[in-house]
């Protein structure tokens, strides 16, 4: 979605505002809605599109194909008054009965729209939900999602984040889904599963390769064929096989050369030959950079509003330059995705947001996505009643927990949780805290010790408290924002000074990151316990709280890989934009310069295929938590492979729990394709998450389909299952697995 500064006052572009309304959006009535002969339920979604689409004007076909503008991206269209307020609304068509869409930004909850946004809930951030390798809970969270868009009336999500984290210190990893693609993927699929069961149009984006956000609208990325389908692109593939998605955003980066907006490899011969895609494309905001050649390409629908496709696509058609067939080929996906997702026979309602329902939805699933990454001589779970004094310490952990930024950032109940009452308004490009207080959660779980707090603004104050007490928690952040990349990995503010102090004066210290992504970690090693609570959205302190105090088991795991340093990653900065390929704001026409295109600069991907814990196993980098790593406060074991393969290969093993407490383990299970394929030293290709009570063992079966065992072959432009040896492992983090099994695949 939108940079943070594409949304400054629009005085500074008034080249486009003089841009005249489309003839498109010239017509409209509000008449009552008829019965048509699409209106039959049991007609296919393309039946029914394809009825619409012969009654279908030129001038409503384009009105399909833009939106009507946003408030300070540009004008604003006079029929935009039926808008809800969202980032993007399509007009409605009511003569032939097909309603406005009406798109709001969800990424972890439904942002703020004014007074629609009030009551929304945030969920953890995506990459919190990965960590939770559940699917069913990715559901949950969708559904959720979804249901409060309808009770705002929207009818289109704008979330479906699920760009690998190729680079750790983009700014948007926090609404992304983590390293690997099988994962991501599948995890994404079932958050749009949940979301389009509610009857909304549900989206992933941003297709594709936009892995980081500096000078995302210049960038030109450059990458093979064969690593973009077995990375990136995987993860969308699997995405939309297993949610059926019926919209993917396309980025503002260019791949190899072209806009993916008008990047005809990705948005035809991949998404919509290779993958049968029967959805729309939908621009990023601002990503479209023509007419004819987007058209072509596969753009269905241009957003925020109609630069390049009202009136100028309008005129190219009716000069011959744009087929007909190919704008009814939009029109046609566009319709069909509203009939398939039941937005036209089920439209949204207006209705109180379910508040209480939703706070106990996200903690339980903020319960499920922290990861225990060290709990040294049991420390943790804390026994409250062996307690006397707690430090809580960590700046604004006394109000709130940190949320992420952008066209992701849900508004808080009562606004930012560190400014006075009544100020707490939400501004993009500032850091948005969440009334969720550790301070209160923690006095809460231990009522008979004397807790105390202190900000850390004084690390000689905050060590001197934590030396007087039995155990101190520092509550640590990084804020995180689209728009922006991350300077390096590590915690800013010097906080990892005031934990350093702090667990020098106390070794009984506990460190609860609040943390987008991966962060290092200089004193890991000189404090007893930590927690990656990821963001935590609206009930994070509470969730914290019980799996600090043991009322709940922690048992999720790290999508991401935890490096010790930037200087592991494959590139040691991040590439910054040179000053030509940045809008200048502070002159007329930056808008129309971003959407006339700007100068490129480059970014390699020469890493390839070794996108995140493939990267370190094959350059044999230690790291500091692996990908798939996560404590708990029981311990598991593995035995009994046995692999069979066959049209997919089945594994079965035994999980036990040899702890003295219920826990789910995560079972993973990698391969290692044969040599000679030029893969890297392995690959997850499938999981299970297992419930377990203390001392009870369980059989578990996992089954890899061939295409997680294939390469991609360019030549052939096919997934190739190349004969050999495969070796499967199993085990509880991509670097702890202690079963071994090898098959001859044929």
């Keep these: 979605m939108p940079l943070h500064s594409l949304r400054r006052p629009f005085g500074l572009v008034l080249a486009i505002l003089t841009v005249a309304l489309p003839a498109s959006a010239q017509f409209g009535s ?329 706070l106990e939805i996200t903690q339980k699933l903020e319960e499920q996505s922290i990861v225990l990454l060290r709990n040294e001589h049991a420390q943790l779970p804390l026994k409250a009643s062996a307690l006397h004094t707690i430090a809580v310490i960590g700046p604004h952990a006394d109000v709130g927990m940190i949320s992420g930024g952008g066209s992701a950032q849900v508004d808080p109940p009562g606004g930012n949780a560190i400014m006075p009452p009544g100020k707490g308004q939400t501004r993009w490009g500032e850091p948005v805290w969440f009334p969720t207080s550790p301070l209160k959660a923690v006095r809460a779980k231990a009522p008979g010790a004397s807790v105390q707090y202190s900000s850390g603004a004084d690390p000689s104050a905050a060590a001197a408290l934590a030396k007087a007490s039995d155990v101190a928690i520092v509550f640590a952040y990084r804020w995180e924002s689209e728009g922006m990349d991350l300077e390096s990995l590590s915690l800013p503010e010097h906080q990892d000074d005031l934990i350093a102090a702090v667990a020098a004066a106390n070794p009984h210290t506990a460190v609860v990151l609040e943390t987008g992504g991966p962060v290092t970690m200089p004193w890991a090693d000189r404090v007893s316990g930590i927690l990656e609570a990821w963001y935590g959205g609206t009930r994070g302190a509470e969730a914290a709280a019980n799996v600090l105090f043991g009322d709940v088991n922690p048992g999720a795991k790290l999508p991401v890989t935890f490096p010790k340093s930037d200087a592991d990653l494959p590139h040691r900065t991040v590439v910054q934009p040179p000053p030509e390929s940045v809008p200048d704001w502070s002159k007329p026409g930056a808008w129309e310069q971003i959407l006339k295109g700007l100068p490129p600069f480059q970014i390699t991907y020469d890493e390839g295929l070794k996108v995140g814990y493939k990267w370190y196993d094959a350059e044999h980098k230690q790291v500091l938590f692996p990908f798939g790593y996560g404590l708990s406060y029981t311990t598991y074991s593995y035995s009994n492979l046995k692999v069979t393969p066959g049209k997919t290969v089945r594994l079965s093993f035994t999980v036990t729990n040899t702890g003295s407490r219920a826990g789910a383990e995560i079972a993973e299970v990698y391969a290692a394709l044969p040599s000679g394929t030029g893969e890297p030293p392995k690959r997850l290709v499938g999981w299970n998450k297992v419930k377990l009570n203390a001392g009870e063992s369980k059989e578990v079966s996992v089954e890899v389909g061939p295409k997680y065992l294939s390469i991609f072959n360019v030549d052939k432009n096919a997934w190739q299952l190349v004969p050999g040896d495969y070796t499967f492992m199993v085990g509880g983090s991509s670097q702890n697995l202690p079963l071994k099994e090898t098959a001859n695949l044929k």
């Design 30 to 358: 509000k008449e009552k809605p008829a019965t048509h002969a699409w209106s039959n339920p049991t007609l296919s979604p393309d039946e029914r599109a394809s009825m619409v689409v012969k009654e279908m004007t030129l001038d409503e076909k384009i009105s399909l194909l833009h939106g009507t503008g946003m408030r300070g991206l540009g004008p604003v269209s006079p029929l935009a008054v039926d808008s809800n307020g969202g980032a993007g609304f399509v007009v409605a068509i009511p003569r032939l009965g097909i309603p406005g869409i009406q798109m709001s930004d969800a990424a972890y909850g439904v942002r703020s729209s004014g007074e629609n946004g009030r009551y929304s809930t945030a969920l953890p951030s995506d990459v919190g939900a990965a960590a939770s390798w559940d699917t069913e809970a990715a559901y949950q969270y969708g559904a959720l999602i979804g249901r409060e868009l309808r009770a705002q009336g929207y009818n289109m999500s704008l979330g479906g984040g699920v760009n690998l984290t190729r680079e750790p210190r983009n700014g948007r990893t926090f609404e992304y889904m983590g390293e690997d693609p099988i994962l991501a993927g599948t995890m994404v699929g079932s958050v749009m599963k949940g979301l389009q069961a509610q009857h909304v149009i549900g989206d992933i984006k941003h297709y594709a390769l936009n892995d980081q956000e500096s000078g995302r609208n210049a960038v030109n990325v450059n990458i093979d064929k064969r690593s973009m389908r077995e990375s990136d692109l995987l993860a969308f593939e699997i995405g939309l096989q297993v949610s059926d998605a019926a919209a993917v955003m396309c980025s503002y980066n260019r791949v190899n050369g072209d806009y993916a907006c008008e990047n005809k490899y990705l948005l035809t011969e991949v998404l919509k030959k290779d993958w049968n895609f029967k959805g729309f494309v939908v621009s990023d905001w601002g990503g479209t950079h023509s007419a004819a050649k987007a058209s072509a390409a596969g753009l269905d629908h241009e957003e925020p509003g109609w630069f390049f496709y009202g009136d100028t696509l309008k005129n190219a058609v009716q000069a011959g330059q744009v087929p007909m067939a190919e704008i009814n080929d939009h029109v046609h996906r566009i319709l069909r995705s509203m009939f398939a997702t039941g937005v036209i026979d089920d439209p949204p309602i207006r209705s109180v947001v379910d508040a209480a329902g939703g």
